[in-house]
């Protein structure tokens, strides 16, 4: 049985937030658009575009990822989670 999810968010939504993150961490680790640029290889315009427009190549965001200690938490979006126990699980949906 096909169950409908309903996702309120659009995909600008989604696009946004997850700029948004990626934007903190830059600022957390006090980095300007113009020192990403230089440490990650990504144009200065690209990066502009991507913290206003949500707009990048997917090897210009994997190049940010890394020069920002990201790329961690890119490769696990898609890890299954495995659990030792019936606690384990209970715990990770509180």
């Known amino acids: 049985m096909n169950e409908f999810i309903f ?3 659009t995909p600008n939504d989604i696009a946004k937030e997850f700029v948004e993150k990626i934007k903190q ?3 957390m680790l006090k980095i300007s658009q113009i ?5 990650s290889g990504v144009s200065l315009g690209s990066i502009k575009r991507f913290e206003s427009k ?7 965001l994997i190049k940010i990822l890394i ?3 990201l ?3 890119f490769e696990n ?3 299954e989670k495995t ?4 606690y384990e699980v209970i715990n990770a949906q509180l």
């Open 71 to 73: 790329e961690k938490d």
């Open 83 to 86: 659990y030792n126990s019936i």
């Open 25 to 27: 961490q830059r600022k």
């Open 77 to 79: 979006l898609f890890t």
């Open 67 to 69: 020069a920002l200690n």
């Open 7 to 9: 996702n309120p968010k």
């Open 54 to 60: 949500y707009e990048i190549s997917l090897n210009s």
């Open 35 to 39: 020192k990403l640029a230089a440490k």
